[in-house]
């Protein structure tokens, strides 16, 4: 078990200026900026902050390249069923045009027949 040792306001304020002074120490003793390790490290995180960078660009451009080609393939997609649509829709239109016609026909070849009778009907009354 540890012993507890009382300690008392110098005791404290000479370990609190040492801790200062070893500190200001740590500070001094820190390479200035024209230091070859220090320009090293700098030029380091220089060359990997532009990497990053570039790579970041590459990204962006394969982005935005993506969404192009997307968006151009979603608009053929747009058009192709827009023209089978249209294409649907004419066909639809010329079978009810096909119809009609039959129509038309049916009815003027029994309006034919209808006045064919009618006049054999009156032919054989005279």
Do not use: G, H, W
């Not at 200062?20 to 500070?27: R, V």
């Not at 249209?86 to 066909?91: D, I, M, Q």
């Not at 049916?106 to 005279?126: L, S, T």
């Amino acid at each position: 078990m540890a012993i507890y040792k009382e300690r008392n306001f110098a005791d404290r304020r000479q370990a609190a200026d040492e801790a200062k002074k070893a500190l200001l120490e740590k500070f001094k003793a820190r390479p200035t900026a024209d230091d070859p390790a220090v320009k090293a490290r700098a030029a380091e995180r220089k060359a990997t902050a532009e990497a990053r960078e570039k790579r970041e660009a590459e990204r962006r451009e394969e982005k935005r390249l993506r969404a192009e080609r997307e968006e151009r393939e979603r608009a053929e997609r747009e058009a192709s069923a827009e023209a089978a649509a249209r294409a649907e829709a004419e066909a639809k239109a010329q079978a009810e045009q096909d119809m009609v016609a039959r129509v038309v026909a049916d009815e003027a070849e029994r309006k034919a027949k209808r006045d064919a009778r009618y006049a054999a009907r009156k032919a054989r009354q005279k």
